[in-house]
């Protein structure tokens, strides 16, 4: 019902730069609330990394990226980024994933991956020291 397609993962050395995009299609694509990163480290669980909702453009984000990474959004065309400016440390290294709110979640489950039902197939962020 909703199809998300993640793109500019890539490898880059600590204190570099990337940018992430999330592309959303589909008959409910319309519908969005918000959309989130979450990210997944080897041997650990998924963890929430930032959201935004649609509307208002409000932003959410784990302590650990506050400062660091931005999200954002183009509505129009469904579509969110996070953008990982000069900062990037070797723990952000995990597969990133986005994944779209379709029910109007709260802040808190904004927070928790298993609120969603449709995620992207994951881009692979590689930070070497």
């Known amino acids: 019902q909703v199809q998300l397609v993640e793109s500019g993962g890539g490898s880059v050395q600590a204190g570099g730069s990337l940018r992430l995009s999330c592309a959303a299609s589909?008959?409910?694509?319309?519908?969005?609330?918000?959309m989130s990163w979450f990210r997944q480290a080897p041997g650990k669980e998924r963890e929430f990394v930032a959201a935004i909702t649609w509307r208002g453009g409000i932003t959410y984000y784990t302590d650990s990226v506050k400062g660091r990474f931005t999200i954002s959004r183009d509505s129009a065309k469904n579509t969110v980024y996070l953008q990982m400016d000069d900062s990037l440390k070797p723990e952000d290294t995990a597969i990133y994933y986005c994944t779209a709110d379709l029910l109007g979640l709260s802040r808190q489950s904004l927070t928790r991956s298993s609120e969603y039902r449709f995620w992207g197939q994951g881009t692979q962020v590689t930070v070497s020291s």
């Open positions: 589909g008959r409910r694509a319309f519908t969005i609330y918000a």
